[in-house]
């Protein structure tokens, strides 16, 4: 973490003539969740339109990404890559080339396929896919029907194969975001959209405390946790979920099964970028505690995991030793 004083020399150097500087943020409602921005700069209007950048990139995102959009370019891609290879954007081709990498890496428990089932839920109006559904749309769950060629073509190669960023796109927009705030000259602030956040610099001499929801108590926090310069998402069976028959049915999907993965009920996930956290946090709570802590300690250094188990345990990756 950057010592305090060399913060203070960074600001007057950059802006000798203004006084002290001050915080500056913003709340939206982007992407189905709520993107907050908050910077400390000493120029506010220069802060207001980093703010107001990021913000407006997060909207083209999800107008470029969201499977409910049905101008995006991932329905598009959705309703034509069985057919034909479909020529997408260099950036969304290169967000399915991060998600196959994960897809990889973890075994498929990271999979962008998992929606060819996983579309059949509606977590609002309490609908799980019924078995006909699940066993037509169970083969097209696997990340190698989906064949990226380069620069930039799509092929799906089962015709029941659909795709949904969801697990992945709000660390990507995070880590954008962080871009633009950097290329603004910002040196302090962070960017959260729903359970994913990265953080530059620290809260001006202090950390930043980011709480852990307690999976099972509205409002209360599990841990809290000081940090600084650091990319966080957490994953939990209780952002997006519905109850029927004692079974609670949510977000996360097992792509082995095309049902709710319920081995955990959350897990937060410590690292350089938000792209990666947000992918880990997924593909964690689909393996569970010991193969997705193995997961973290055998391929992720530098990467730390805390899994709060069915039964409200908390798990910590071999780097947060301490804490256990
Ligand atoms: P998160 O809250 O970051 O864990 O993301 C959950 C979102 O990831 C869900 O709403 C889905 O859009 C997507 N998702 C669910 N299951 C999977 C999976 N097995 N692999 C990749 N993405 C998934
Ligand atoms: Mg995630």
């Known amino acids: 973490m950057r010592s305090r004083i060399g913060v203070l020399l960074l600001a007057v150097s950059v802006s000798a003539a203004s006084s002290a500087g001050e915080w500056i943020a913003d709340t939206q409602a982007i992407m189905g969740t709520r993107v907050h921005v908050e910077v400390y700069h000493d ?107 380069e620069p930039n073509l799509v092929r799906y190669h089962h015709p029941a194969v659909y ?49 852990v929801k307690d999976p099972r108590k509205d409002g209360a926090m599990a841990v809290l946790l000081p940090l600084a310069n650091t990319a966080v998402s957490t994953s939990g069976d209780y952002e997006r979920y519905f ?7 949510h977000h996360i999907i097992d792509p082995d099964t095309g049902d709710s993965a319920r081995a955990v009920r959350s897990v937060t996930i410590l690292g350089p970028e938000a792209t990666m956290t947000d992918a880990l946090s997924t593909s964690v709570f689909v393996l569970g505690v010991e193969k997705g802590i193995e997961l973290i300690d055998e391929h992720f250094p530098g990467v730390d995991a805390i899994v709060i188990d069915g039964d409200g345990r908390m798990h910590y990756s071999a780097n947060l030793e301490p804490l256990r």
């Open 43 to 149: 120029d506010a209007a220069l802060a207001r339109s980093a703010i107001a950048a990021v913000m407006a990139d997060m909207r083209r995102i999800d107008a470029s990404m969201s499977p409910y959009i049905e101008a995006s370019e991932l329905s598009m891609m959705n309703r034509e890559a069985a057919t034909h290879a479909v020529t997408v954007s260099p950036e969304l081709f290169g967000l399915l080339q991060r998600s196959l990498e994960f897809s990889v890496v973890t075994d498929g428990a990271f999979d962008v396929t998992f929606a060819s089932a996983g579309r059949y839920y509606d977590y609002r109006a309490s609908i799980a896919p019924d078995a006909a559904t699940l066993e037509a749309t169970l083969p097209a769950i696997d990340y190698r029907h989906l064949e990226l060629i």
């Open 243 to 249: 109850e029927k028959d004692g079974v609670r049915y």
């Open 163 to 211: 795709v949904d960023l969801g697990g992945i796109a709000k660390g990507y927009a995070v880590d954008r975001g962080i871009a633009i705030l950097q290329a603004h000259g910002i040196v302090e602030g962070i960017v959260e959209a729903g359970g994913d956040s990265r953080i530059i610099g620290d809260r001006h001499g202090r950390p930043w405390n980011v709480g």
